[in-house]
């Protein structure tokens, strides 16, 4: 009190002591305003220091869509994926933002059962152990579990408090931004058993993959030299040799067999060899020009070329095999996916459960994708800063897909409870 007495005398006179207390109750008021504005968070779990305001962006590299495809950028050449804490004021704004409608929801109450499928996932794992690693600290299973369990909690009052987002989550945004791309459940014509006009095999996962390595299982020693052959694995057979090779991009798709019956398929493994895009393997070979390489031109040039086709396929060493699904557009977790909601990620980056806030100029019926999503799937060439939205299944969102190709705003949500928990 001294102290601020001292700044009001002047020239041998002193402040009346009414005046003086007016003065130390505005000035105790702005001192505490000042902290706030500041509002500093934590930054990356066990690296120290304070938060900052949203950082310039710029975009990452990736591969194409999937009917031109190519490779995906070595993880370095990227440059290193960093996660920096916004402040307090900057993730009230992000939050203000969210649209559950741009995700083709009612309400953020309606994530109610994806988030449960996280949270099953997330409860399993060693709760201790951790999650995510990252240079100057990491995140627990546990840490991701409480996450869950406290979005569960504010869940049902988001719409009305869409700021308890920012209240209860520090929310990390991740550089550079990744490249977002879509897929989707293609439904493919299929017969049970190898029959007239249906030629072409799905198979499931050898069993000695992994002790043989990918070159055994090559795509030109399985669909050209029969090396899986008569050994039981066909899970069906389908109409057009690009169907196999259309779901092997897409990690998975519903069958439809001639009894009217429809059953989901989903990635089961890999041989790990790269990969190439069907449409780029076209192009490079003449045997179709750019702008005939939209999905319904490439399956019709393979159906009125199939041995051509499977011999130009062979370009493309990689291969994946399937597994039959209880549901359709199910994913890494075994539960469903949800539209413009789960996202296949690489589980070093992001892992399995992680609760994700993503911005992205995508258009849809209410304006960009802006909205929660949660990682929930993986994928043989989800690698680094990319990132897959699943997009349902059906023509609406197959012509989705053909167009999204994008840098996205991405931050990852982790409860404010749980950090101080670990600080602790």
Same mark, same amino acid.
């Given at each position: 009190?001294?102290?601020?007495?001292?700044?009001?005398?002047?020239?041998?006179?002193?402040?009346?002591?009414?005046?003086?207390?007016?003065?130390?109750?505005?000035?105790?008021?702005?001192?505490?305003?000042?902290?706030?504005?500041?509002?500093?968070?934590?930054?990356?779990?066990?690296?120290?220091?304070?938060?900052?305001?949203?950082?310039?962006?710029?975009?990452?590299?990736?591969?194409?869509?999937?009917?031109?495809?190519?490779?995906?950028?070595?993880?370095e050449a990227l440059g290193p994926?960093?996660?920096?804490?916004?402040?307090? %004021?900057?993730?009230?704004?992000?939050? %203000?933002?969210?649209?559950?409608?741009? %995700?083709?929801?009612?309400? @953020?109450?309606?994530?109610?059962?994806?988030?449960?499928?996280?949270?099953?996932?997330?409860?399993?794992?060693? %709760?201790?152990?951790?999650?995510?690693?990252?240079?100057g600290g990491s995140l627990s299973?546990?840490?991701?579990?409480?996450?869950?369990?406290?979005?569960?909690?504010?869940?049902?009052?988001?719409?009305?408090?869409?700021?308890?987002?920012?209240?209860?989550?520090?929310?990390?945004?991740?550089?550079?931004?990744?490249?977002?791309?879509?897929?989707?459940?293609?439904?493919?014509?299929?017969?049970?058993?190898?029959?007239?006009?249906?030629?072409?095999?799905?198979?499931?996962?050898?069993?000695?993959?992994?002790?043989?390595?990918?070159?055994?299982?090559?795509?030109?020693?399985?669909?050209?030299?029969?090396?899986?052959?008569?050994?039981?694995?066909?899970?069906?057979?389908?109409?057009?040799?690009?169907?196999?090779?259309?779901?092997?991009?897409?990690?998975?798709?519903?069958?439809?067999?001639?009894?009217?019956?429809?059953?989901?398929?989903? @990635?089961?493994?890999?041989?790990?060899?790269?990969?190439?895009?069907?449409?780029?393997?076209?192009?490079?070979?003449?045997?179709?020009?750019?702008?005939?390489?939209?999905?319904?031109?490439?399956?019709?040039?393979?159906?009125?070329?199939? !041995?051509?086709?499977?011999?130009?396929?062979?370009?493309?060493?990689?291969?994946?095999?399937?597994?039959?699904?209880?549901?359709?557009?199910?994913?890494?977790?075994? !539960?469903?996916?949800?539209?413009?909601?789960?996202?296949?990620?690489?589980?070093?980056?992001?892992?399995?459960?992680?609760?994700?806030?993503?911005?992205?100029?995508?258009?849809?019926?209410?304006?960009?994708?802006?909205?929660?999503?949660?990682?929930?799937?993986?994928?043989?060439?989800?690698?680094?800063?990319?990132?897959?939205? @699943?997009?349902?299944?059906?023509?609406?969102?197959?012509?989705?897909?053909?167009?999204?190709?994008?840098?996205?705003?991405?931050?990852?949500?982790?409860? !404010?409870?749980?950090?101080?928990? !670990?600080?602790?």
């Open positions: 009190m001294g102290v601020f007495h001292r700044l009001f005398v002047t020239a041998g006179s002193s402040v009346p002591p009414q005046l003086f207390r007016l003065f130390l109750l505005l000035s105790c008021m702005l001192l505490l305003s000042a902290c706030g504005a500041m509002d500093y968070v934590p930054s990356w779990p066990g690296s120290g220091g304070g938060g900052r305001p949203a950082s310039m962006r710029r975009p990452a590299q990736g591969r194409q869509t999937p009917a031109v495809a190519t490779a995906p950028a070595p993880r994926a960093v996660f920096s804490a916004l402040r307090g %004021q900057e993730a009230e704004r992000m939050a %203000q933002r969210l649209s559950p409608a741009s %995700q083709s929801l009612e309400s @953020f109450a309606d994530l109610n059962t994806a988030l449960r499928h996280s949270l099953e996932h997330a409860a399993r794992m060693p %709760q201790r152990q951790p999650a995510l690693v990252r240079p299973w546990g840490q991701f579990r409480q996450t869950l369990e406290e979005l569960l909690t504010v869940l049902p009052r988001l719409d009305a408090e869409p700021a308890l987002l920012s209240e209860r989550f520090v929310w990390y945004e991740l550089t550079p931004q990744p490249l977002l791309t879509g897929y989707y459940a293609p439904e493919m014509e299929a017969s049970p058993v190898r029959a007239a006009g249906y030629e072409y095999p799905l198979y499931a996962p050898p069993a000695d993959l992994k002790r043989t390595g990918g070159q055994a299982y090559e795509r030109r020693r399985v669909d050209i030299d029969g090396a899986l052959a008569g050994r039981g694995l066909e899970l069906a057979w389908l109409s057009n040799p690009a169907d196999p090779f259309l779901l092997q991009t897409e990690g998975g798709g519903v069958l439809r067999f001639p009894d009217g019956s429809r059953r989901g398929v989903h @990635f089961a493994a890999t041989n790990g060899l790269d990969f190439k895009g069907l449409g780029a393997i076209l192009l490079e070979r003449g045997a179709l020009p750019k702008e005939r390489l939209a999905r319904e031109s490439i399956r019709q040039w393979c159906a009125e070329n199939p !041995k051509r086709a499977q011999e130009l396929m062979a370009d493309n060493p990689s291969y994946v095999f399937f597994r039959f699904t209880s549901a359709v557009g199910e994913g890494s977790l075994g !539960k469903p996916l949800t539209p413009l909601v789960s996202l296949a990620t690489d589980p070093s980056l992001l892992p399995l459960g992680a609760v994700l806030a993503l911005d992205v100029p995508v258009p849809t019926a209410y304006g960009s994708l802006r909205g929660l999503a949660l990682a929930q799937d993986t994928g043989a060439d989800i690698r680094g800063l990319r990132l897959d939205l @699943f997009l349902g299944s059906g023509e609406r969102a197959e012509r989705m897909e053909s167009g999204l190709r994008a840098p996205a705003s991405l931050y990852l949500l982790v409860s !404010k409870s749980a950090l101080r928990a !670990k600080a602790n």
